[in-house]
């Protein structure tokens, strides 16, 4: 076991499915020479040469065009956009290309293409360097869309989308990048895709999240003197419905807490189903804590637009005194 960062962790796991398998190549901006904006592939390109680990143009749509031809062709590219606001010029390439590949084709061409990207604020980076775009791709079939909140689970989730024959979107919560360590398997292991994971158990109330956010919850579940089940959904798409029906079911009051702003946020659709399968045993409207209807504001506001633990805090007591 190593302690290790979600950075070190990350890095760990593609020198390992590198080292296994040689069809994987790395093609990003600055992720060679540099080890990318935030040294995430650091000294992956010494160790594997230039040619499985490529320096990029500044063109994401070039990156991953090139990345769906790769695949398309055998290989199992990990292309990085660096930073989740540059998606935009890559949509098109994603959306309407890698997605659809298995479906256009019959079959004949699936996409094992894993896209790794920086996402969230907190670090006080300027315009387009702090959203959370999550529910756009989820919107999206075709595409499974995951989002770690710990080391561990981010070297284990990392290679489970690796391995997999169709694309991903594996958002990496660049707050909590070196936030905190945690003890991590050296040797390779996996954590299925599709699977939340229960932080802390209680009966009281069921609180869900994913990426930095749950560092977050965790931190208001200290200060709180209620029972609170805290689930992880590591899994953006597909989500773990089991689990939060399970929990809510027990529980029958629920908070839901993400990043990007509230309106068609995930948080909306995970009430919605909430509400379909597990109307009678709630207790409680659910409450949504979420970024604001806004751009990302800059860094003197950023903080005020994030869900922090005291705003958390509040809902949990506000939904246990309905």
Known sequence: MSNLTLVQAINLALAQ???????????GEDIGLNGGVFRVTEGLQKRFG?????????AESGIIGTSIGLAMAGLRPIPE?????????????????????????????????????????????????????????????????VMPSSPYDAKGLLISAIRDPDPVIFFEPKRIYRAFREEVP????????????????????TLISWGATVVQCMNAIEKSHRSIELIDLRTIYPIDMPAIVSSVKKTGRVVIVHEAS???????EIAARITEQCFLHLEA?????????????????????????????TALEEVAAY
Do not use: W
Not at 17 to 27: G, P, T
Not at 50 to 58: A, K, Q
Not at 106 to 124: L, Q, S
């Open 262 to 268: 509230k309106t068609c946020g995930l948080g909306a």
């Open 50 to 58: 230039p040619e499985r680990v490529v320096d990029s143009p500044l």
């Open 17 to 27: 499915e590198m080292e296994a398998d040689d069809r994987i190549i790395l093609l």
């Open 285 to 313: 409207p659910i409450q949504r804590v979420t970024g604001y209807d806004t751009i990302m504001p800059y860094y003197k506001l950023e903080l005020e637009y994030l869900p922090e633990s005291n705003r958390i805090g």
């Open 81 to 145: 956009i660096q930073f989740e606001g540059f998606m935009g010029p890559a949509y098109d390439q994603i959306c309407s290309h890698a997605a659809r590949m298995r479906t256009r084709s019959r079959g004949a061409f699936t996409i094992p293409m894993t896209i790794r990207v920086p996402v969230g604020g907190g670090i006080h980076a300027p315009e387009l360097h702090s959203d959370s775009p999550e529910a756009i791709y989820a919107h999206t079939p075709g595409l499974k869309i």
């Open 186 to 205: 050296e040797d390779e292991f996996t954590v299925p895709i599709g699977k939340a994971r229960v932080v802390t158990e209680g009966d009281e109330i």
